[in-house]
């Protein structure tokens, strides 16, 4: 099983949720200029909107790439201005190294326009729906399943 980091962000009200996308961006980018920054700021408004739709606060961000997989979460409200279970902290690992993939919780009923938004922008940045898992964690849950032992065979008996 791979390697997990996560980090939890305060949004809305303070910061606002455009904030909020641009210190995930700083995050992801590790502040460094170049093709990931400028596909990660290109979908901000897609973004932005699915933060203030509260969709990170119960289902990740998810990010993976050729490294450890990265979680993001966001807490709101009275948790939000409180700030004390937020971890914004940097990553000891670049998150953008390789194939890297985003993948954006979403509610059901804007999942369609975001799904559009965000395929004119981005092939890296896609959105899936409340009941669904992160590409990446279905794969992990594959292999997981692929891995069962059968306890005869293994034993010869």
């Known amino acids: 099983m791979s390697t ?19 210190a995930i961006v700083d995050l992801l980018t590790q502040g460094h200029t170049g093709g990931a920054r400028s596909e990660l700021l290109g979908v901000s408004g897609t973004a932005a909107s699915i933060i203030a739709d509260q969709a990170p606060k119960d289902a990740p961000i998810v990010v993976t790439c050729d490294g450890p997989r990265t979680r993001i979460y966001c807490i ?8 004390s279970d937020a971890s914004e902290n940097a990553l000891g690992f670049d998150p953008l190294k390789g194939d890297w993939r985003i993948s954006l919780p979403c509610c059901a009923e804007d999942l369609a326009w975001v799904q559009r938004s965000l395929a004119q922008k981005s092939t890296r940045i896609t959105a899936r729906g409340p ?3 992160a590409a990446a964690d279905q794969s992990e849950k594959e292999v997981s399943a692929a891995l069962t032992i059968d306890p005869k065979g293994f034993l010869g008996s």
Request: hydrophobic fraction near 30%.
């Open 4 to 22: 997990v980091a996560s980090r939890t962000f305060r949004s809305t009200p303070n910061p606002d949720a455009a904030a909020t996308w641009n």
């Open 131 to 133: 009941d669904e898992d």
């Open 76 to 83: 709101y409200d009275e948790d939000a201005v409180d700030g």
